[in-house]
């Protein structure tokens, strides 16, 4: 849906008579599209480009290259944001991809014609938050004790690869945007994957919590956020 809009966008913006409107829309409204969708063809020549989903979410947008892999970059290039900041959601991953129980994107960063695109292995399954609060509510103590499972491994793991990273008060690592973000395989009902760690940070268990659910009324009425904190607390103790 999201490659159709920004394809017919691109198209209707090339009638602009003003050029500096033209591009000023091309950049600020449709971020580029065209351009970075160009420089990923460039960076990958042996991509099979027929079967490109777009996806838009947060700082990103994101290109699903036949099922098999996604690139995202950021909407908006900041001259003032170094590299190194550019690259915080890798350094992050990295450092927790072998701690965490659910699978997460190990990412490659790639460089073409000016533009900086994060890659990784497409994660197949369906996003917990597009499931109907009824199957939400049949399967949330099986998915809480997933999450609970991840929750638990990462706010209490302290990787000193990352330790610069740390900003402000907090009592340990959180995914921060995890009610958005769970992919579920439709055919086992088992979480598989958490995806976009781009608010990834130094924070509190609390803030964990409340992020599980945040975003999304059906999560929350579905008494999903209860049964995360329950199952988290029964694993600390057992651990102790």
């Not at 829309?25 to 065209?34: N, Q, W």
Request: glycine share 8%; proline share 3%.
């Amino acid at each position: 849906m999201w490659r159709l809009y920004f394809e017919i966008c691109d198209f209707l913006a090339g009638f602009i008579p003003n050029a500096k409107l033209r591009e000023k829309i091309r950049r600020v409204d449709l971020y580029d599209y065209r351009k970075k969708f160009n420089a990923l063809r460039c960076a990958l020549p042996r991509g099979e480009f027929k079967n490109v989903r777009v996806i838009k979410g947060g700082w990103n947008i994101g290109f699903i290259v036949d099922n098999k892999y996604v690139c995202k970059i950021r909407k908006y290039f900041d001259k003032q944001i170094p590299v190194q900041k550019i690259m915080r959601e890798k350094r992050i991953t990295d450092a927790f991809g072998a701690i965490v129980p659910i699978k997460i994107p190990q990412i490659e960063i790639i460089e073409s014609r000016g533009f900086t695109f994060y890659k990784y292995n497409f994660i197949p399954g369906k996003n917990l938050n597009r499931m109907s609060k009824k199957t939400i509510e049949k399967n949330g103590w099986r998915w809480a004790r997933q999450l609970a499972e991840f929750i638990l491994a990462m706010h209490n793991a302290d990787p000193a690869e990352i330790a610069d990273l740390k900003n402000g008060d907090g009592d340990g690592w959180n995914h921060n945007d995890i009610c958005n973000n769970i992919i579920v395989d439709k055919k086992t009902m088992d979480i598989v994957g958490l995806i976009d760690w781009e608010y990834s940070g130094w924070g509190t268990l609390e803030t964990e919590f409340r992020n599980c659910t945040a975003f999304s009324k059906k999560m929350r009425e579905s008494g999903i956020g209860t049964a995360i904190e329950i199952e988290y607390h029964v694993m600390k103790k057992r651990k102790k």
